[in-house]
């Protein structure tokens, strides 16, 4: 199959997590929806495009930063004494909130669309952004330092493959840990389990006139976020024709 390769630096990011709100917490590699986002925003698409993607890399550290949080409640007339600001009449409380960043972040990132012609208009599309992309936030900005065309393929390991580098981690797939047997055989240190979510879509909850539109997911996928990814000899695995290990979720 033929997919799109990304190495990408980012130097301070957050990859939020949803459920986090004092403290906005991330993710420790950008989840399978950001990036596929990402994709879609940068081709101009207006319908979701099915495709996978293969998720790895590392950062330096971790750090945290102030941001200004604004607080209402609808309907919640202004009070001078307990309100910050007034907004037609409306009452706004203002404070302050932390959020985690990643500095100095490394990414190869795996992109196959599962309709293969449309590979060449992704590739289009990133190796030559109509603006300069960002990954995470909006101001998270993504320098794309290699956008390569690929071929992956699944091939079974004469020697065995360790993950030598030390902070370097990836998404594994638990469906692919599963079917090579290491949660069973315990050849696989485990590292942290995610929920990722991957597809939604907009339903209305309200009226045409006045729409209350609502994200609901209608796929997540379960991988374990670890640096402990060897393979054994005569297992197979996905590889690049770079000889880069995919893999795809």
């Known amino acids: 199959m033929k997919g799109i390769k990304l190495v990408i630096h980012q130097d301070m990011v957050n990859y ?59 309907g919640n007339k202004f009070e001078k004494g307990r309100h910050n600001l007034e907004v037609n009449g409306f009452g706004v409380s203002r404070g302050i909130g932390y959020t985690e960043l990643l500095v100095d972040v490394s990414l190869i990132l795996h992109i196959v669309p599962k309709d293969q ?14 603006e300069f992309p960002n990954l995470g936030r909006r101001e998270d900005l993504a320098d794309f330092q290699k956008v390569q065309l690929v071929e ?24 692919w840990i599963e079917k090579k047997g290491s949660l069973d055989k315990g050849t696989f240190q ?22 209350k539109i609502h994200r609901n997911w209608i796929e997540r996928k379960e ?17 690049d024709d770079e000889g880069t290990l995919v893999f795809l979720t």
């Open 16 to 74: 939020r997590m949803p459920t986090s709100y004092q403290l906005r917490e991330t993710y420790p590699l950008p989840p399978l929806s950001t990036v596929i986002g990402m994709v879609h925003y940068l081709c101009d698409y207006q319908q979701y495009e099915p495709m996978d993607v293969s998720i790895q890399g590392s950062y330096f550290s971790k750090t945290n930063d102030f941001f200004t949080r604004y607080e209402f409640k609808n």
């Open 117 to 130: 012609t449309k590979v060449p208009a992704i590739y289009a599309a990133l190796n030559q952004p109509r």
């Open 152 to 175: 992956i393929t699944e091939q079974t390991l004469e020697n065995d493959y360790e993950n030598r580098k030390g902070n370097w981690s990836a998404y594994l797939p638990v469906d």
């Open 190 to 211: 485990t590292g942290t389990r995610y929920r990722l979510p991957k597809v939604y879509e907009l339903v209305n909850f309200g009226t045409k006139k006045v729409p």
């Open 223 to 239: 991988v374990v976020y670890t640096s402990s990814f060897d393979v054994f000899e005569g297992e197979a695995v996905l590889i």
